[in-house]
Protein backbone atom coordinates (compact mmCIF):
# COMPACT_ATOMS: atom_id res chain seq x y z
CA UNK A 1 0.00 0.00 0.00
CA UNK A 2 1.10 3.57 -0.87
CA UNK A 3 1.95 5.14 2.71
CA UNK A 4 0.42 8.57 1.66
CA UNK A 5 -2.67 7.63 0.24
CA UNK A 6 -3.44 5.59 3.30
CA UNK A 7 -3.29 8.75 5.12
CA UNK A 8 -4.93 10.38 2.39
CA UNK A 9 -8.23 8.22 2.74
CA UNK A 10 -8.04 8.72 7.03
CA UNK A 11 -7.58 12.24 6.72
CA UNK A 12 -10.50 12.74 4.33
CA UNK A 13 -12.75 10.49 6.00
CA UNK A 14 -12.30 12.35 9.56
CA UNK A 15 -12.78 15.23 7.60
CA UNK A 16 -15.82 14.12 6.42
CA UNK A 17 -17.25 12.36 9.17
CA UNK A 18 -16.42 16.27 11.00
CA UNK A 19 -18.74 17.65 8.41
CA UNK A 20 -21.40 14.86 8.76
CA UNK A 21 -21.20 16.05 12.69
CA UNK A 22 -21.68 19.93 11.58
CA UNK A 23 -24.58 18.67 9.50
CA UNK A 24 -26.22 16.85 12.64
CA UNK A 25 -26.71 19.60 14.70
CA UNK A 26 -28.78 20.93 12.15
CA UNK A 27 -31.00 18.14 12.66
CA UNK A 28 -31.76 19.21 16.43
CA UNK A 29 -34.77 21.45 15.61
CA UNK A 30 -36.64 18.50 13.68
CA UNK A 31 -37.25 17.00 17.04
CA UNK A 32 -38.15 20.79 19.01
CA UNK A 33 -40.93 21.31 15.82
CA UNK A 34 -43.01 18.02 17.34
CA UNK A 35 -43.31 19.85 20.64
CA UNK A 36 -43.93 23.17 20.29
CA UNK A 37 -47.22 23.44 22.23
CA UNK A 38 -50.67 25.71 21.33
CA UNK A 39 -51.22 26.12 24.50
CA UNK A 40 -49.74 29.13 25.39
CA UNK A 41 -49.48 31.49 28.83
CA UNK A 42 -52.81 33.43 29.81
CA UNK A 43 -52.84 36.86 27.79
CA UNK A 44 -53.33 38.89 31.31
CA UNK A 45 -49.51 37.55 32.19
CA UNK A 46 -47.96 39.03 29.00
CA UNK A 47 -47.37 42.53 27.83
CA UNK A 48 -47.12 43.10 24.60
CA UNK A 49 -44.54 45.61 23.62
CA UNK A 50 -44.53 47.80 20.54
CA UNK A 51 -41.54 49.48 19.05
CA UNK A 52 -41.54 51.78 16.12
CA UNK A 53 -39.65 55.52 14.69
CA UNK A 54 -41.50 57.46 11.91
CA UNK A 55 -44.63 54.80 11.79
CA UNK A 56 -47.64 55.64 12.78
CA UNK A 57 -49.18 53.70 10.28
CA UNK A 58 -47.58 50.58 11.94
CA UNK A 59 -48.77 51.57 15.07
CA UNK A 60 -52.17 51.80 14.49
CA UNK A 61 -52.45 48.64 12.58
CA UNK A 62 -50.81 46.50 15.90
CA UNK A 63 -52.92 48.67 17.75
CA UNK A 64 -56.08 47.84 16.56
CA UNK A 65 -55.71 44.22 16.19
CA UNK A 66 -53.83 43.39 19.56
CA UNK A 67 -56.89 45.17 21.67
CA UNK A 68 -59.08 42.99 19.17
CA UNK A 69 -57.50 39.79 19.75
CA UNK A 70 -55.92 40.57 23.48
CA UNK A 71 -58.57 42.77 25.56
CA UNK A 72 -57.26 41.60 28.68
CA UNK A 73 -53.63 42.35 27.23
CA UNK A 74 -51.53 44.76 28.89
CA UNK A 75 -50.06 46.96 25.32
CA UNK A 76 -47.33 49.22 25.33
CA UNK A 77 -46.66 51.26 22.54
CA UNK A 78 -42.97 52.67 22.08
CA UNK A 79 -42.29 55.60 20.38
CA UNK A 80 -38.89 55.28 19.72
CA UNK A 81 -37.43 59.10 18.87
CA UNK A 82 -40.08 59.76 16.91
CA UNK A 83 -40.25 63.40 15.01
CA UNK A 84 -43.17 63.30 13.06
CA UNK A 85 -46.53 63.30 13.99
CA UNK A 86 -46.20 59.99 15.54
CA UNK A 87 -47.12 61.17 19.45
CA UNK A 88 -50.05 62.44 18.12
CA UNK A 89 -51.37 59.39 16.67
CA UNK A 90 -50.46 57.68 19.66
CA UNK A 91 -52.20 60.09 22.36
CA UNK A 92 -55.08 59.89 19.63
CA UNK A 93 -55.10 55.71 20.20
CA UNK A 94 -54.43 56.45 23.72
CA UNK A 95 -57.64 58.34 24.24
CA UNK A 96 -59.51 55.10 21.90
CA UNK A 97 -57.97 52.66 24.35
CA UNK A 98 -57.43 54.04 28.20
CA UNK A 99 -55.64 50.66 28.99
CA UNK A 100 -52.48 51.59 26.50
CA UNK A 101 -48.98 52.36 28.18
CA UNK A 102 -47.56 54.44 25.39
CA UNK A 103 -43.04 55.14 26.25
CA UNK A 104 -41.77 58.03 24.72
CA UNK A 105 -38.13 57.72 23.83
CA UNK A 106 -36.63 61.29 23.93
CA UNK A 107 -34.28 62.34 20.82
CA UNK A 108 -31.03 61.01 21.63
CA UNK A 109 -27.76 61.34 19.54
CA UNK A 110 -26.57 58.68 21.44
CA UNK A 111 -29.28 55.71 21.07
CA UNK A 112 -30.53 56.88 18.00
CA UNK A 113 -28.96 53.34 16.46
CA UNK A 114 -30.15 51.36 18.65
CA UNK A 115 -33.31 49.99 20.83
CA UNK A 116 -31.71 49.37 23.74
CA UNK A 117 -32.95 51.97 25.70
CA UNK A 118 -36.16 52.02 24.05
CA UNK A 119 -36.56 47.81 25.65
CA UNK A 120 -35.48 49.16 28.96
CA UNK A 121 -37.89 51.41 28.97
CA UNK A 122 -40.60 49.42 28.17
CA UNK A 123 -39.89 46.55 30.39
CA UNK A 124 -39.67 48.76 33.57
CA UNK A 125 -43.52 49.63 32.66
CA UNK A 126 -44.58 46.47 31.94
CA UNK A 127 -46.37 44.59 34.59
CA UNK A 128 -46.94 41.16 33.11
CA UNK A 129 -44.96 38.16 34.17
CA UNK A 130 -43.74 37.70 30.54
CA UNK A 131 -42.62 40.28 27.89
CA UNK A 132 -43.29 40.46 24.08
CA UNK A 133 -41.25 42.31 21.66
CA UNK A 134 -42.23 42.97 18.21
CA UNK A 135 -41.72 46.42 16.20
CA UNK A 136 -43.73 47.88 13.85
CA UNK A 137 -42.54 47.09 10.24
CA UNK A 138 -43.65 43.04 11.19
CA UNK A 139 -46.71 42.16 9.17
CA UNK A 140 -49.56 41.36 11.17
CA UNK A 141 -49.39 37.62 11.62
CA UNK A 142 -52.32 35.74 10.48
CA UNK A 143 -53.68 34.22 13.60
CA UNK A 144 -52.74 37.06 16.71
CA UNK A 145 -53.95 34.38 19.38
CA UNK A 146 -52.59 31.58 17.40
CA UNK A 147 -48.46 33.79 17.17
CA UNK A 148 -49.24 34.37 21.24
CA UNK A 149 -49.76 30.83 22.12
CA UNK A 150 -46.88 29.70 20.13
CA UNK A 151 -44.56 32.13 21.51
CA UNK A 152 -45.07 31.73 24.47
CA UNK A 153 -46.30 27.79 25.10
CA UNK A 154 -42.44 27.31 25.92
CA UNK A 155 -42.78 29.11 29.04
CA UNK A 156 -45.30 26.30 30.51
CA UNK A 157 -42.16 24.01 30.76
CA UNK A 158 -41.09 25.90 34.02
CA UNK A 159 -37.76 26.74 33.55
CA UNK A 160 -37.86 28.63 30.36
CA UNK A 161 -36.30 32.21 30.74
CA UNK A 162 -37.12 33.54 26.97
CA UNK A 163 -38.20 32.33 23.81
CA UNK A 164 -37.90 33.75 19.84
CA UNK A 165 -39.39 32.43 16.43
CA UNK A 166 -37.92 33.07 13.43
CA UNK A 167 -38.79 36.17 10.90
CA UNK A 168 -39.52 35.92 7.27
CA UNK A 169 -39.65 37.91 4.10
CA UNK A 170 -42.44 38.47 1.54
CA UNK A 171 -42.76 36.35 -1.50
CA UNK A 172 -41.43 39.25 -3.55
CA UNK A 173 -38.66 39.37 -1.67
CA UNK A 174 -34.99 38.37 -4.28
CA UNK A 175 -33.10 35.26 -4.21
CA UNK A 176 -30.77 36.52 -2.56
CA UNK A 177 -32.63 38.11 -0.12
CA UNK A 178 -34.38 34.91 0.75
CA UNK A 179 -31.72 33.04 1.09
CA UNK A 180 -29.70 35.47 3.56
CA UNK A 181 -33.25 35.71 5.77
CA UNK A 182 -33.32 31.76 5.02
CA UNK A 183 -29.42 31.35 6.71
CA UNK A 184 -30.00 33.80 9.77
CA UNK A 185 -32.73 31.93 11.27
CA UNK A 186 -31.87 28.69 10.51
CA UNK A 187 -28.47 29.52 12.07
CA UNK A 188 -29.68 31.39 15.10
CA UNK A 189 -32.20 28.55 15.77
CA UNK A 190 -29.31 25.78 15.53
CA UNK A 191 -27.04 27.37 17.44
CA UNK A 192 -29.40 27.65 20.45
CA UNK A 193 -30.74 24.00 20.39
CA UNK A 194 -28.22 21.72 22.74
CA UNK A 195 -27.28 19.12 20.23
CA UNK A 196 -24.60 17.12 19.17
CA UNK A 197 -21.61 19.58 19.16
CA UNK A 198 -23.21 22.76 20.20
CA UNK A 199 -22.47 24.34 23.77
CA UNK A 200 -24.97 22.95 26.47
CA UNK A 201 -26.13 27.23 26.38
CA UNK A 202 -26.82 27.71 23.18
CA UNK A 203 -27.04 31.51 21.77
CA UNK A 204 -28.75 32.49 19.43
CA UNK A 205 -26.06 33.77 17.27
CA UNK A 206 -27.41 36.53 14.33
CA UNK A 207 -31.03 36.29 15.30
CA UNK A 208 -33.09 39.07 13.28
CA UNK A 209 -34.21 41.16 16.64
CA UNK A 210 -37.78 41.25 16.87
CA UNK A 211 -40.87 38.62 17.38
CA UNK A 212 -38.92 37.33 20.85
CA UNK A 213 -40.59 36.92 24.33
CA UNK A 214 -38.63 36.50 27.66
CA UNK A 215 -39.75 36.39 31.41
CA UNK A 216 -39.75 40.08 33.01
CA UNK A 217 -38.18 39.79 36.03
CA UNK A 218 -35.17 37.96 34.15
CA UNK A 219 -34.42 41.17 32.55
CA UNK A 220 -33.57 42.80 35.71
CA UNK A 221 -31.81 39.73 37.11
CA UNK A 222 -28.98 40.20 34.90
CA UNK A 223 -29.15 43.83 34.87
CA UNK A 224 -30.78 44.44 31.54
CA UNK A 225 -27.65 45.42 28.76
CA UNK A 226 -25.35 46.04 31.36
CA UNK A 227 -23.15 43.93 29.10
CA UNK A 228 -23.42 44.96 25.98
CA UNK A 229 -24.77 48.78 26.57
CA UNK A 230 -22.11 50.40 24.48
CA UNK A 231 -23.20 48.47 21.47
CA UNK A 232 -26.03 49.34 18.81
CA UNK A 233 -26.58 46.16 17.53
CA UNK A 234 -27.51 43.37 19.25
CA UNK A 235 -30.94 44.06 21.60
CA UNK A 236 -32.02 40.23 20.69
CA UNK A 237 -28.95 38.47 20.65
CA UNK A 238 -26.99 39.62 23.55
CA UNK A 239 -29.98 39.84 25.80
CA UNK A 240 -30.91 36.13 25.09
CA UNK A 241 -27.21 35.08 25.47
CA UNK A 242 -27.54 36.64 28.90
CA UNK A 243 -30.78 35.36 30.20
CA UNK A 244 -29.70 31.89 28.89
CA UNK A 245 -27.40 31.99 31.89
CA UNK A 246 -30.44 31.52 33.87
CA UNK A 247 -32.29 29.06 31.95
CA UNK A 248 -33.30 27.95 28.72
CA UNK A 249 -33.53 29.96 25.84
CA UNK A 250 -36.20 28.00 23.47
CA UNK A 251 -36.50 28.87 19.82
CA UNK A 252 -40.16 28.12 18.51
CA UNK A 253 -39.86 26.93 14.84
CA UNK A 254 -43.16 27.06 13.90
CA UNK A 255 -45.26 28.65 11.14
CA UNK A 256 -48.03 30.37 13.45
CA UNK A 257 -45.11 32.02 15.89
CA UNK A 258 -43.60 33.40 12.55
CA UNK A 259 -43.59 36.94 11.25
CA UNK A 260 -42.93 38.73 8.15
CA UNK A 261 -40.94 42.09 7.96
CA UNK A 262 -38.38 43.65 5.40
CA UNK A 263 -35.10 42.76 5.86
CA UNK A 264 -32.83 44.92 6.17
CA UNK A 265 -29.37 43.58 6.75
CA UNK A 266 -27.05 44.88 9.31
CA UNK A 267 -23.06 44.01 9.79
CA UNK A 268 -21.87 45.29 13.14
CA UNK A 269 -18.12 43.98 13.47
CA UNK A 270 -18.12 45.38 16.66
CA UNK A 271 -20.94 42.67 17.52
CA UNK A 272 -18.74 39.58 16.23
CA UNK A 273 -15.91 40.92 19.07
CA UNK A 274 -18.22 41.12 21.66
CA UNK A 275 -19.45 37.59 21.16
CA UNK A 276 -17.45 34.53 22.86
CA UNK A 277 -14.42 33.29 21.14
CA UNK A 278 -16.38 29.79 20.74
CA UNK A 279 -19.26 31.69 19.12
CA UNK A 280 -17.41 34.41 17.49
CA UNK A 281 -15.39 31.43 15.46
CA UNK A 282 -17.88 28.72 14.77
CA UNK A 283 -18.77 30.14 11.40
CA UNK A 284 -15.34 30.44 10.30
CA UNK A 285 -14.89 26.52 11.67
CA UNK A 286 -17.78 25.30 9.50
CA UNK A 287 -16.26 27.01 6.82
CA UNK A 288 -13.15 25.60 7.22
CA UNK A 289 -14.73 22.03 7.40
CA UNK A 290 -16.76 22.91 4.36
CA UNK A 291 -13.62 23.46 2.33
CA UNK A 292 -11.67 20.99 3.36
CA UNK A 293 -14.06 18.78 2.99
CA UNK A 294 -14.54 19.44 -0.50
CA UNK A 295 -10.64 19.77 -0.97
CA UNK A 296 -10.20 16.35 0.14
CA UNK A 297 -13.10 14.95 -2.02
CA UNK A 298 -11.90 17.00 -5.14
CA UNK A 299 -8.26 14.95 -4.56
CA UNK A 300 -10.07 11.66 -3.91
CA UNK A 301 -11.27 12.05 -7.32
CA UNK A 302 -7.86 13.15 -9.08
CA UNK A 303 -6.21 10.04 -7.20
CA UNK A 304 -9.06 7.41 -8.36
CA UNK A 305 -8.58 9.17 -11.99
CA UNK A 306 -4.85 8.70 -11.72
CA UNK A 307 -4.63 5.38 -10.70
CA UNK A 308 -6.97 4.26 -13.45
CA UNK A 309 -4.83 5.74 -15.82
CA UNK A 310 -1.82 4.04 -14.42
CA UNK A 311 -3.55 0.46 -14.85
CA UNK A 312 -4.24 0.99 -18.37
CA UNK A 313 -2.32 0.21 -21.79
CA UNK A 314 -1.64 2.54 -24.15
CA UNK A 315 -4.33 1.42 -26.18
CA UNK A 316 -7.28 1.93 -23.48
CA UNK A 317 -7.92 -1.67 -22.38
CA UNK A 318 -7.78 -1.78 -18.54
CA UNK A 319 -5.33 -4.11 -16.98
CA UNK A 320 -5.13 -6.30 -14.37
CA UNK A 321 -4.13 -3.80 -11.22
CA UNK A 322 -2.11 -5.02 -8.12
CA UNK A 323 -4.45 -5.73 -4.89
CA UNK A 324 -3.17 -2.44 -2.98
CA UNK A 325 -4.14 -0.46 -6.36
CA UNK A 326 -7.71 -1.83 -6.18
CA UNK A 327 -8.08 -1.60 -2.44
CA UNK A 328 -6.63 2.20 -3.16
CA UNK A 329 -9.18 2.82 -5.57
CA UNK A 330 -12.18 1.48 -4.05
CA UNK A 331 -10.99 3.88 -0.68
CA UNK A 332 -11.31 6.80 -3.58
CA UNK A 333 -14.77 5.44 -4.48
CA UNK A 334 -16.04 5.22 -0.48
CA UNK A 335 -14.76 8.56 -0.03
CA UNK A 336 -16.69 10.23 -3.17
CA UNK A 337 -20.12 8.48 -2.29
CA UNK A 338 -19.71 9.49 1.55
CA UNK A 339 -19.39 12.87 0.56
CA UNK A 340 -22.00 12.50 -2.23
CA UNK A 341 -24.59 11.22 1.19
CA UNK A 342 -23.31 13.79 2.97
CA UNK A 343 -24.74 16.62 0.83
CA UNK A 344 -27.98 14.47 -0.25
CA UNK A 345 -28.59 14.71 3.12
CA UNK A 346 -27.96 18.21 4.19
CA UNK A 347 -29.96 19.54 0.75
CA UNK A 348 -32.55 16.94 2.39
CA UNK A 349 -32.40 19.33 5.79
CA UNK A 350 -32.09 22.59 4.07
CA UNK A 351 -35.45 22.19 1.80
CA UNK A 352 -37.26 20.70 4.96
CA UNK A 353 -35.68 23.94 6.76
CA UNK A 354 -37.20 26.21 4.10
CA UNK A 355 -40.54 24.37 3.77
CA UNK A 356 -40.93 24.67 7.76
CA UNK A 357 -40.22 28.42 7.22
CA UNK A 358 -42.33 29.07 4.57
CA UNK A 359 -39.82 29.41 1.82
CA UNK A 360 -40.59 26.43 -0.06
CA UNK A 361 -37.53 24.47 -1.84
CA UNK A 362 -35.03 27.16 -1.42
CA UNK A 363 -33.16 25.30 0.57
CA UNK A 364 -32.12 23.53 -2.20
CA UNK A 365 -30.06 25.97 -2.97
CA UNK A 366 -28.26 26.23 0.08
CA UNK A 367 -25.09 23.86 -0.34
CA UNK A 368 -24.20 26.18 -3.59
CA UNK A 369 -24.80 29.67 -2.17
CA UNK A 370 -23.06 28.47 0.99
CA UNK A 371 -20.02 28.05 -1.23
CA UNK A 372 -20.27 30.85 -3.52
CA UNK A 373 -20.93 33.08 -0.05
CA UNK A 374 -17.46 31.65 1.36
CA UNK A 375 -15.41 31.90 -1.97
CA UNK A 376 -16.48 35.59 -2.48
CA UNK A 377 -15.32 36.27 1.22
CA UNK A 378 -12.05 34.40 0.46
CA UNK A 379 -11.39 36.11 -3.05
CA UNK A 380 -11.71 39.85 -0.92
CA UNK A 381 -9.91 38.93 2.18
CA UNK A 382 -6.78 40.67 1.44
CA UNK A 383 -8.64 43.78 0.86
CA UNK A 384 -9.51 43.81 4.35
Known amino acids: MIPSLVFLF ?7 LLALGFMLQMLGPWWAWRKVSAKGMLVEDCSLMIVGRHDAEGFTRWIHAAYAAFPAMEIIAVDNQSEDDTANVLESLKRQYPLLVVVTIPVSERFWGTRKLALTLAVKAAHGRYSMWVDTACALPEDMTQWQKRLTAPFRHGKTVATFAPVKVADSATLGTKMNVFGQNAWAVTRTISFFLTPSKGIPTGMIPVNFAFETAKF ?116 IGFYILVQLLFMANAWAWSKRLGMGAIGLLSPFWLRAILLSRALTFWKR
Open 220 to 335: FDIKGYVTNMHLDGGEAEFLLADLAELGPVIPVVHPDAMLERPWLFRHDSKMNAHRRSWERLSLTRHGWVLFLADLAVLVAVLHWGLLLMAVQDPEGATQQYPVAVGFHIAQCQAL
Open 10 to 16: WASLGLL
